[in-house]
């Protein structure tokens, strides 16, 4: 019986290059486009910034409904680490706030969340996963903020070592977004 995380999520993938190639590629094309990149994202190298959009009820900028928080303020937060590997990266420590936090602080409302990752990709997850486990949005890896070229600036971490390999299985890791600027609650 397929676990109810198999689900096929809607995935959607820019290209296929090596991954140690393609941050690198975003990064390139992320500088070639200018300043501002996608979600805040500067091409400058200046703080990053989360953009939330969609079913919300918080606003940091009204007229374009919408909840930016920089890097610091999210920084601020609660912070959680989660250890683990990857199907692709070796155990590291990731740290960032509860994904349901930040939801919170945008006062999100709907059943879905779709994540942008800078490199075109685009997933939706549904809500309820960030009520039933511990996801954090990671932005430093080992102690070290996470740059465009290494995942950053957001990754979306779930708490792989706590959950059974039905729930890690399938289009699970799919769900391990990396590069994300902005999310869209639906
Ligand atoms: N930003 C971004 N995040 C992503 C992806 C991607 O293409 N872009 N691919 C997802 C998928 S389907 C998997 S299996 C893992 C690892 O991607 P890879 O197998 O292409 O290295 O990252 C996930 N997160
Ligand atoms: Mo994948």
């Known amino acids: 019986m397929p676990s109810p995380m198999n689900h096929d999520p809607a995935c959607r993938r820019a290209r296929s290059a090596p991954s140690r190639f393609r941050p690198a590629a975003a990064l390139l094309s992320a500088v070639l ?10 091409a400058d190298g200046s703080s ?11 606003f940091t900028d009204p007229g374009s409904k919408t909840y930016t928080i920089s890097l610091p303020s999210l920084a601020s937060m609660p912070q959680r680490n989660i250890t683990t590997a990857t199907d692709w990266t070796p155990k590291g420590t990731f740290s960032g706030p509860l994904l349901r936090d930040l939801l919170a602080k945008a006062g999100a409302r709907g059943t879905q ?16 996963d960030f ?5 954090i949005l990671a932005w430093r890896w ?14 979306v971490m779930y708490p792989i070592p706590t959950m059974s390999s039905d729930e890690t299985g399938g289009t699970f890791t799919s769900k391990l977004i990396w590069q994300v600027t902005r999310m869209e609650v639906r």
């Open 48 to 58: 990053p910034a989360l953009t939330i959009s969609g079913d919300i009820g918080h």
């Open 33 to 42: 486009a200018g300043a501002p990149g996608p979600g805040g994202l500067a």
């Open 113 to 128: 969340v779709k994540f942008y990752g800078a490199d075109d990709y685009s997933i939706t997850v549904p809500i309820a």
């Open 131 to 135: 009520s039933r486990y511990d996801v």
């Open 142 to 155: 080992n102690g070290k903020p996470l740059q465009l070229e290494n995942y950053g600036p957001f990754w």
